[in-house]
């Protein structure tokens, strides 16, 4: 059973930066994402890495303000998330998939999820 632990949520004001966490024990031969749902709304997709940290994919919403990096001598994928705005307000979720490509995380029919953490920005 492979569990996913997400770190690092809270309350920031606009224009503040959060980096969350994931340790994902023995992932990491694969790719890795990050998911959001916001309140009242479906799960987004905001950003991957392929295994080995060399192509990363981001939603177009969080381009230039978020980088997502992983460890795997640690077993953890970050998400340095700057320049926050209210709209990024949502429960974060890491997720890793079947497979070593970065869009995996789009394609996997039964990936594994965290349970998630809260990240709130007031204006």
């Known amino acids: 059973q492979v569990q996913l632990a997400e770190s690092g949520g809270g309350s920031v004001q606009t224009g503040e930066s959060l980096r969350l966490a994931c340790v994902a024990p023995?992932?990491?031969?694969?790719?890795m994402g990050w998911f959001r749902q916001p309140p009242g709304k479906e799960r987004e997709f905001v950003a991957a890495?392929?295994?080995?940290?060399?192509?990363?994919h981001y939603a177009d919403s969080v381009k230039g303000r978020f980088t997502i990096s992983r460890d795997n001598a640690k077993n953890t994928v970050y998400l340095q998330m700057n320049s926050l705005r209210p709209e990024d307000t949502a429960i974060y979720y890491c997720?890793?998939?079947?497979?070593?490509?970065?869009?995996?995380?789009?394609?996997?029919?039964?990936?594994?999820w965290g349970q998630g953490t809260q990240v709130t920005v007031s204006s």
């Open positions: 890495i392929n295994w080995s940290g060399y192509v990363t």
């Open positions: 023995g992932r990491s031969r694969y790719a």
């Open positions: 997720q890793s998939p079947d497979s070593d490509q970065a869009m995996g995380v789009l394609q996997s029919e039964n990936p594994y």
